[in-house]
C-alpha cells in the first residue's frame, strides 16, 4: 500500500521556482508533524522544512527565506513551494512524518542547472 506519494519535481533554472506535493494517506497525515526531507547524491537524507498539524512551520538555515511548506488538511497534502533556487538544492526530495518515520516513497527529483 503505496502511503507517501510526492510529484512535481524537474528541471530548472537557478533562481528558478518550483512547487512540490506531496499526497499521503489519512494515518499518516492526520493529527501528525509532517516534513520535507531531500537527498542528495552522496550524502544523507536531511529535514529542510516541517510543520505541525496545527500548522507550526520550520526551516533549515539553508532554505530559510526561500521555501515554504504549507499544508491541505481537507486533501491530506503538504507542500514545498521552492523559489529562488540554488545548484546546491539539487536533490530528491521525500516527504514523511516527523515522529515514527513511515515508509519512504519514490521521492521528487529536483534538479537545479543553467
Known amino acids: 500500500q503505496v502511503q507517501l506519494v510526492e510529484s512535481g519535481g524537474g528541471l530548472v533554472q537557478p533562481g528558478g521556482s518550483l512547487r512540490l506535493s506531496c499526497a499521503a494517506s489519512?494515518?499518516?497525515?492526520?493529527?501528525?508533524?509532517l516534513g520535507w526531507f531531500r537527498q542528495a547524491p552522496g550524502e544523507r537524507r536531511a529535514l529542510v522544512a516541517s510543520i505541525t498539524s496545527d500548522g507550526v512551520t520550520d526551516y533549515a538555515d539553508s532554505v530559510k527565506g526561500r521555501f515554504t511548506v504549507s499544508r491541505d488538511n481537507a486533501k491530506n497534502t503538504i507542500y514545498l513551494q521552492m523559489s529562488s533556487l540554488k545548484p546546491e538544492d539539487t536533490a530528491v526530495y521525500y516527504c514523511?512524518?516527523?515522529?515514527?518515520?513511515?515508509?519512504w516513497g519514490q521521492g521528487a527529483q529536483v534538479t537545479v542547472s543553467s
Open positions: 514523511n512524518k516527523i515522529y515514527g518515520l513511515a515508509d
Open positions: 489519512g494515518s499518516i497525515f492526520r493529527g501528525n508533524s
